[in-house]
């Protein structure tokens, strides 16, 4: 049973750092996927804000999921490099991160993945994109 699967079958249980920090999976598609997530007071920096690596985390587990839809059985994936843009703050809210897949080939997937406030729609907060190289899995 690969990472996919496992998710759709046991929801957050499947993956640990999603117990951690009370991720939720909303959708899973075609090359997409969105995730939710309460921020908490013990996930702020010491100004105040939720601290920025947090918002690189939630786009890679939904750029991730969004992979996983389009991968072969067997093949897995390994992160080769990630930037996240930080375009604004959260000190409370609901985050939403939407992750696609922007080009898949046989050994290189490109993603991105928009961390939001609010709603899946609302004010954009942060911008990751990340390559990763498709792998096979001996894990499934």
Same mark, same amino acid.
């Given at each position: 049973?690969?990472?996919?699967?496992?998710?759709?079958?046991?929801?957050?249980?499947?993956?640990?750092?999603?117990?951690?920090?009370?991720?939720?999976?909303?959708?899973? !598609?075609? =090359?997409? #996927?969105?995730?939710?997530? &309460?921020?908490?007071?013990?996930?702020?920096?010491? %100004?105040?804000? @939720?601290?920025?690596?947090?918002?690189?985390?939630?786009?890679?587990?939904?750029?991730?999921?969004?992979?996983?839809?389009?991968?072969?059985? !067997?093949? =897995?994936? #390994?992160?080769?490099?990630? &930037?996240?843009?930080?375009?604004?703050?959260?000190? %409370?809210?609901? @985050?939403?991160?939407?992750?696609?897949?922007?080009?898949?080939?046989?050994?290189?997937?490109?993603?991105?993945?928009?961390?939001?406030?609010?709603?899946? =729609?609302?004010?954009?907060?942060?911008?990751?994109?990340?390559?990763?190289?498709?792998?096979?899995?001996?894990?499934?």
């Amino acid at each position: 049973m690969n990472y996919l699967e496992r998710i759709q079958q046991m929801g957050r249980d499947a993956n640990p750092f999603f117990c951690l920090m009370g991720i939720e999976v909303e959708s899973v !598609g075609k =090359g997409e #996927a969105v995730l939710r997530m &309460t921020v908490r007071h013990d996930m702020m920096n010491g %100004e105040g804000w @939720l601290q920025g690596g947090i918002f690189t985390a939630l786009a890679d587990e939904a750029m991730v999921l969004a992979i996983y839809t389009l991968i072969a059985p !067997g093949e =897995g994936i #390994a992160t080769i490099t990630e &930037t996240t843009a930080f375009i604004g703050g959260s000190r %409370e809210a609901t @985050l939403y991160a939407a992750g696609k897949v922007v080009k898949k080939g046989r050994r290189v997937v490109f993603a991105e993945g928009d961390v939001r406030s609010g709603e899946p =729609g609302g004010p954009l907060l942060s911008r990751s994109t990340a390559a990763f190289a498709v792998r096979r899995d001996n894990h499934s």
